[in-house]
């Protein structure tokens, strides 16, 4: 079987913005709609193309949510050569601070549908759960890894799904404080 790095090998600049846009539309409809409710033509319809071209370059509507969540799954963006930013960073990358994607919003909505969820379990163990535990050492580290993705969980239903006054719009500065100081408590 062909993997998704496989479909997309040696494309032309064309055929590789292609793919970017519909990767793109993937992710924002994904994060919105969530896998179950997110049809392959609504994201091509936003990305401008065909739908066969999911096809092409990413073999199924599973293999371009695998490949939307890993895309947005850059544990780089938050694991600073400076362990003492982490919190900062981390705090930043959840409120969406740096104009990526948020994977939450995708993981969460994913657990509704049994292959969205497998998929996401695998993705998140692969491209956080493995190098967080790596980054972080020690003998818990995988508890502490475990920690983080609970207390990111958390503010994103409380913040998106069922919206809690202090957590709207702009984060309250000691709720921003708290979770920057909880979040580096775990790597200090």
């Known amino acids: ?17 292609t793919r970017a846009a519909i990767l793109a539309a993937a ?23 065909n739908p066969a071209l999911v096809s092409r370059y990413f073999g ?8 939307a969540l890993e895309a947005s799954l850059d544990i780089g963006r938050v694991i600073p050569n400076d362990r003492a930013q982490f ?3 981390l705090v930043d990358s959840l409120l969406n601070a740096d104009g990526q994607v948020a994977p939450l919003p995708m993981l969460v909505l994913a657990t509704g ?3 969205a969820r497998e998929i996401a379990d695998r993705v998140l163990r692969r491209r956080v759960i493995g190098p967080m535990t790596e980054w972080l050492g020690g ?3 995988e508890v502490r890894a475990a920690r983080l993705l609970m207390v990111s969980a958390g503010l994103f239903i409380y913040r998106s799904l069922y919206p809690l006054a202090p957590l709207e719009g702009t984060l309250h500065p000691a709720i ?7 979040f580096q408590s775990l790597v200090d």
């Open 27 to 49: 992710q924002q409809t994904f994060s919105v709609q969530g896998y179950a409710a997110t049809g392959i033509r609504t994201i091509t319809a936003a990305a401008g193309v």
């Open 139 to 141: 003998s818990e580290a």
């Open 1 to 17: 079987m062909a993997t998704i790095t496989d479909l997309s090998a040696d494309l032309s600049p064309k055929a590789e913005r």
């Open 60 to 67: 199924s509507k599973e293999g371009l949510f695998e490949a």
């Open 87 to 89: 919190g900062r960073r």
């Open 113 to 115: 549908d049994p292959v």
């Open 176 to 182: 921003r404080g708290w979770l920057e100081r909880e």
